[in-house]
């Protein structure tokens, strides 16, 4: 086996050699290193030239090959202990880890072994096993050497205990996570720096394996997983106490190690291990302590505040939370690792300093792109912590100066940073930077690993907020995009509507409203709930509201309608129930027609005296009980009385009468206001101030203001063709006593194939023509006959099938409808600009 010390290898450029250390102090013993990384199958993925020395297969023979089948190094890989004899006696390599590779070791060890060699016979081995974790293959890092190289140590030291550790040695010659990670890749050729560097600083955290060698004990064996920061000092008080055991008389050297207890190992003081754990505890309570404060609530904003303020006083003097702009705004999860052209936003900032001091140079609610030669660029495109102990003068003018038109100086020179990422599932969705200032202990390595998991436990409840926001926004979609975009001025009637979410987990709801466009001028009116919650309750609601809107187009009667709702309700399926309220207005005759399934009455304020009642209709069962009757109430109104109509979650409270929330429904729609917008806001208010709604919220408010007998004009027409003419004649002069001359043309000629067609079709009786203006010019044709009229190819020479698509070239809209006695067809006509701007100043009126 070759142990020579030929420079030119893949270890720390040349031989790598472990120096003996003693007290503190670095002596001139040196041992060449096998370096070796397995993935989490315990396969080999990486083999130096120093373990083809050392264990005597070529790189091409180990790799991919099991390493428990290619070192005695068992005890570091999970598998069977590896034993051998000396002197008659049967010894063991040293206590095994606690997993397999594949379970990731929690924590580093280290072992002696021995193997045969053809070469040189026997050979011991000491090796030392580095666990590693993150989103890579590799899972344990283990360094190996040949232990002949302790007789020289020993020789240099006279026999005394000397302490070993390849971490100690890599760290010794080149000091500082950075200049250790940019050595790793010579260790490790096909290691990239960002996989370097992730090793070095779990090596760094995690503490090194010290192995204890003395000459009169073969195996001893202790992994020293302790603090970082308390290694010195556990150094030096190892020392002063060999130091004192000499001065009383125990001996030097071997003798020191009489007082050693049986397993052999590093000694520590009492006080030592009482500061670690005091150490280990103290953090323990804060990221308990942190655990319970955050996430108590699903809002996106309110955890972000929690997060940020929970590092603060305790951990640090200054915490800022910066978020990817597709988190915050609810809009899924981010594709893709973040880059210098991804927008973050400045969330919350907590800080002890001075009021004021941070607010001009880090403003909350900024979005910035961050530079790429920045620690937090750094922190953000690796997914791994950020610690900068201390930020000199120097440090802090580069990062201040990679930022336009802003000053970071005053802030962060001075001060130590730790900035660590916020992830789930390996995504970065964020991340915190943390400050303390000059005075206050410097972070450290714990302190590394306390930000990491402090920050990992806040990713978890921010990814939890970020999927709740987003499933909040796409519930909320789906409900606006089932709720109809209602007209706020029909034919004789103004209207507004207002619809309140549930607050409820989901937010999604069954209640709807609608109106309608009919024929003759009528509007009808409806309002919804069905029961349930979620998402096929809003299902079932998107259903129902659509055929509502097919069946008012045929002009059912109310009662007709809400038959046919509960014929589909259950022919959808047993489970469809809905309460349901049908309203026609008829601005000529001034009536309502309503039919109620289930539903809570809507409110009728009368114009003359401002007094609100309660409508008593038949109530009807719900929608989809089926075998029940509906029947229809006739209403009397005047111009000027409201109608509101609303469901249940308005005026119902759990644990409270719901004839308390009608009253109050009545008093608060009885208010004066200066709009219909004013009017639904004052109910809002009256009735969503009292506690314990939970239900979704549709209201739907009509103003019922009749049209005028001056604004309507009609004529019975003689099934003869020279009617046609005639109607041309009363139409023109109609519109000119109107005032309306630009618009007679036009009329004359679409009352003209209107009529023509009525005439043709109709049977026994007369055809109607009338003429209603409100805002536009609305005709409308009836004649007996059942037969809608439909749109034709019309060809070159063919003498109809061209009239109704005059119609709709010059009509504002069209259609028709069905009744018992024939059919309807209509068309508006647009009014010319000065007349519709007046009629709609009239139409403005306090609805007091």
């Avoid at 290193?33 to 091409?60: C, K, N, P, Q």
């Amino acid at each position: 086996m070759d142990r020579g010390t030929s420079h030119g290898d893949d270890e720390l450029g040349g031989v790598p050699r472990v120096p003996a250390q003693r007290g503190g102090s670095g002596g001139p013993g040196r041992m060449p290193l096998a370096v070796v990384v397995i993935d989490v199958d315990g396969l080999v993925t990486h083999w130096s030239s120093g373990a083809r020395r050392l264990f005597g297969r070529s790189r091409e023979e180990a790799m991919g090959c099991r390493a428990v089948d290619l070192m005695p190094v068992s005890g570091a890989l999970g598998g069977e202990e590896w034993r051998y004899e000396e002197g008659g006696h049967e010894h063991g390599r040293g206590p095994d880890l606690d997993a397999a590779p594949a379970g990731a070791p929690p924590y580093p060890t280290a072992g002696r072994a021995r193997m045969a060699d053809q070469a040189h016979g026997q050979v011991d081995v000491l090796w030392w096993a580095y666990p590693l974790v993150g989103s890579g293959p590799e899972r344990l890092l283990v360094l190996a050497a040949d232990a002949s190289g302790l007789a020289e140590a020993e020789r240099a030291t006279g026999g005394e205990r000397e302490r070993f550790s390849p971490g100690f040695a890599l760290h010794t010659e080149f000091p500082g996570a950075d200049r250790l990670a940019g050595r790793l890749p010579d260790i490790l050729p096909n290691m990239g720096p960002a996989r370097a560097g992730r090793i070095v600083a779990q090596i760094l955290e995690l503490g090194y394996p010290v192995l204890e060698i003395s000459r009169n004990e073969r195996v001893p064996v202790t992994p020293d997983w302790g603090m970082p920061r308390y290694r010195e000092r556990q150094a030096r008080q190892e020392a002063a106490r060999r130091a004192a055991s000499a001065g009383a008389g125990t001996g030097g050297g071997a003798g020191g190690a009489q007082g050693a207890p049986s397993a052999p190992g590093v000694l520590y003081a009492p006080e030592d291990i009482d500061l670690e754990y005091a150490a280990v505890r103290e953090r323990l309570e804060f990221l308990n302590e942190v655990s319970g404060r955050i996430g108590s609530s699903l809002d996106l904003a309110r955890t972000i505040r929690e997060v940020t303020s929970a590092a603060v006083p305790r951990f640090a003097d200054f915490a800022g939370t910066h978020l990817r702009a597709q988190v915050l705004a609810g809009e899924g999860f981010p594709d893709g690792p973040p880059d210098v052209t991804t927008i973050w936003h400045r969330v919350w900032v907590e800080h002890n300093d001075e009021p004021g001091r941070w607010d001009d140079t880090v403003p909350v609610g900024e979005a910035i792109a961050f530079p790429e030669h920045t620690p937090f660029f750094q922190c953000m495109v690796t997914g791994e912590p950020v610690l900068i102990p201390y930020i000199d003068d120097a440090l802090g003018d580069r990062i201040s100066g990679e930022f336009e038109k802003r000053d970071l100086r005053p802030l962060i020179n001075g001060r130590s940073l730790l900035i660590v990422p916020l992830k789930a599932r390996d995504v970065v969705l964020g991340f915190m930077v943390l400050m303390r200032r000059a005075g206050r202990e410097r972070f450290h390595d714990m302190d590394r690993t306390t930000g990491a998991e402090l920050a990992a436990r806040a990713g978890l409840v921010l990814d939890n907020s970020r999927m709740y926001t987003y499933q909040e926004n796409v519930a909320e979609t789906l409900q606006d995009s089932m709720l109809p975009q209602v007209t706020p001025r029909m034919a004789g009637c103004d209207t507004a509507t207002r619809y309140l979410p549930g607050t409820r987990l989901g937010r999604v709801g069954g209640d709807w409203f609608d109106c309608v466009k009919l024929s003759g001028s009528r509007t009808a009116l409806v309002v919804g709930d069905v029961m349930g919650h979620g998402l096929n309750s809003a299902a079932m609601m998107g259903q129902l509201r659509i055929a509502v809107q097919t069946m008012a187009a045929l002009d059912l009667p109310p009662a007709q309608l809400m038959r046919g709702l509960d014929d589909l309700a259950q022919r959808l399926g047993e489970h469809y129930l809905a309460t349901c309220l049908y309203a026609v207005y008829d601005p000529i005759r001034s009536e309502l027609l309503i039919s109620n399934a289930g539903h809570i009455p809507p409110v009728l304020v009368r114009a003359e005296d401002g007094r609100s009642e309660l409508l008593d209709l038949p109530t009807g069962a719900p929608i989809g009980v089926g075998g029940v009757p509906f029947e229809t109430a006739r209403i009397r109104v005047s111009p000027g009385d409201r109608l509101v109509l609303c469901t249940d979650g308005l005026v119902e409270v759990r644990g409270q009468d719901i004839g308390d929330g009608l009253a109050a429904l009545c008093e608060s729609a009885a208010h004066p206001a200066a709009s219909m917008d004013d009017a639904c806001d004052t109910i809002i208010r009256a009735l969503n101030t009292r506690g314990g709604r939970k239900d979704d919220v549709a209201l739907l408010m009509a103003r019922l203001n009749g049209i005028p007998a001056a604004d309507v004009a009609q004529w019975r027409l003689a099934l003869e063709p020279r009617e046609v003419g005639r109607a041309r004649r009363l139409v023109g002069e109609r519109l000119l006593q109107w005032g309306l001359p630009e618009a007679v043309e036009t009329a004359q000629l679409l009352v003209s194939e209107v009529v023509t067609n009525a005439i043709r079709h109709a049977h026994t009786h007369h055809v109607v023509l009338r003429l209603v203006r409100t805002d536009a010019l609305l005709w409308e044709v009836f004649d007996d006959d059942h037969e809608l009229p439909v749109l034709l190819s019309a060809g070159r020479n063919d003498e109809t099938g061209r009239g109704l698509r005059v119609v709709g070239a010059l009509a504002r809209e069209w259609g028709g409808s069905r009744s018992a006695d024939g059919k309807t067809v209509w068309f508006e006509q647009t009014l010319p600009r000065p007349e519709r701007a007046a009629r709609g100043s009239r139409g403005g009126a306090n609805i007091a």
